[in-house]
């Protein structure tokens, strides 16, 4: 328990690993009124719903519930926490759908969990001119991605594991702050010769097993940064772009497509 200095007031509140800890979040916890930080992590005996009540710490701007049995939805009414940066709702058993009420939040964790449907359209949809990090990875959500998200300034995205399809090349462009990007094992169906420009910035890009057609971006290798690349399992063709970072890249990150040749792969046919 973390207390302001000059008033007394519980600002922050944790408990983590603590295999006795049992029990639902009471309700209650909404009288903490000056809360800041609320952690609960790595409570596997914590079940029940998340209480809509927290929705009521106008105060919070850091909330975390992870590796915990909590289960149920995710509550829309943590959408009125104007002052929260940071949620982190990952590895529970949370079901239904993701809250559009969660669009002002610009650090938004929530894999591992079973939410299931749609994102909506409008989600993240206020974030405009903040660093936006979301990882909604290994779930059940469907269908395509909002074509907002094309304009959200994402510094982490990470869709993997999901049942995702269509377009999802509106994601990339020059100058966006793009950092870390997985779409990894999803349907996702889009070109991504000609269209799509990779951000500067990148250092991280999982694209495999997708749907995705077209070649690899001759300009993949000026993005001096990129650590991490892999398009295996895809439907790309024509030859693997050569030199500086690709030397980093092996038969893994390529293998499985249509027709892509050159080392590492096969050589191309003449």
């Known amino acids: ?27 209650t916890i909404a009288g903490l009124t000056h809360l800041e930080d609320l952690f609960l992590h790595h409570l596997p005996g914590l079940s029940g719903p998340i209480p809509p009540a927290i929705g009521k710490l106008a105060n919070l701007s850091r909330l975390e519930i992870s590796w915990t049995g909590v289960s149920g939805p995710v509550p829309s009414s943590l959408g009125k ?63 395509a991605i909002p074509a907002a998200f094309a304009a959200v300034n994402f510094t982490h995205l990470d869709l993997s594991r999901n049942g995702l399809t269509g377009d999802a090349s509106g994601l990339f462009g020059r100058g966006k702050e ?10 996702f169906d889009f070109d991504l ?54 030397a980093r890249f092996d038969l893994y990150n390529f293998q499985h497509n249509k027709c892509l040749c050159g080392a590492p792969l096969p050589p191309c046919k003449k």
């Open 178 to 187: 793009l950092q870390y990007i997985d779409l990894s094992r999803n349907a």
């Open 193 to 246: 010769s000609g269209v799509v420009v990779l951000p500067e910035k990148l250092f991280h890009l999982d694209l495999s097993h997708n749907a995705i057609h077209g070649s690899i971006p001759a300009q993949v290798v000026d993005v001096a940064n990129l650590l991490a690349f892999n398009v295996s399992y895809n439907r790309l063709c024509g030859p693997v772009p050569t030199g500086r970072n690709m």
């Open 81 to 143: 926490l104007k002052k929260l940066t940071q949620l982190d709702l990952s590895f529970n058993s949370l079901s239904g759908a993701i809250p559009v009420s969660l669009r002002t939040i610009p650090g938004i964790t929530l894999s591992r969990n079973r939410l299931s449907g749609a994102i909506p359209q409008m989600f993240l949809s206020e974030s405009a001119g903040q660093d936006v990090y979301l990882d909604v990875s290994h779930n059940n959500l469907t269908g």
């Open 1 to 27: 328990v973390a207390c302001d200095r000059s008033t007394g007031r519980v600002v922050g509140f944790s408990v983590f690993q603590d295999p006795s800890f049992t029990g639902t979040i009471p309700s």
